[in-house]
């Protein structure tokens, strides 16, 4: 059997793997199937029936920015300074009462005496300038990317944490009241 494939002249070409229109895409070195740069990380290996080729893609290969890092110091400050400047007027009102408190909340008051703590200084300062000097390094590498972009986000999850912390026995005194 022999086979022809002629291109349809006046009609955009489509990804092979979204079907939305394709500017340049990128293509198959196998069977020149097109898709768009995205849709290449998303698919993995070449759509096309019989074809399994693997197409690597540079748009992983990007570096971090100033924003990464500026993301991750913000974060990172946050919580340092809620940890020493907000949780010890809390742990005050708390030991008043002299109720017992729920794990979470024992857990929060113990992270903020270390942070307040001289050790605690040094490992924020540490941090900091391990940071800064990390970054100038390797700021072209996408695994620090990757790492400053899942620090800054899990970082953030500090913030509900210590919100129920907080809220937890606050409820606990208001109805004891
Ligand atoms: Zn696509
Ligand atoms: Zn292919």
């Not at 270390?114 to 391990?130: D, F, K, N, Q, Y």
């Not at 072209?140 to 809220?167: E, H, K």
């Amino acid at each position: 059997m022999h086979l022809l494939l002629v291109p349809r002249p006046g009609l955009p070409v489509r990804c092979a793997y979204c079907h939305d229109d394709l500017g340049e895409g990128r293509a198959c070195p196998s069977c020149a199937t097109r898709l768009h740069d995205e849709c290449w990380l998303l698919a993995g290996p070449c759509p096309t029936l019989g074809c399994r080729r693997r197409l690597r893609i540079l748009v992983e290969r990007v570096g971090a920015s100033v924003w990464h890092l500026a993301w991750w110091l913000a974060v990172f400050i946050a919580v340092w300074s809620t940890l020493v400047g907000v949780i010890p007027s809390f742990e005050t009102m708390f030991q008043e009462t002299g109720f017992l408190l729920p794990e979470a909340t024992e857990t929060l008051m113990g992270a903020s005496r270390v942070a307040r703590s001289p050790i605690g200084i040094w490992a924020a300062v540490l941090v900091t300038i391990a940071s800064i000097a990390v970054f100038r390094r390797w700021r072209s590498s996408p695994t620090l990317r990757r790492a400053l972009v899942g620090l800054t986000i899990s970082s953030l999850a500090f913030f509900p944490f210590a919100a129920l912390a907080l809220f937890l026995p606050t409820v606990q005194i208001c109805t004891k009241l």
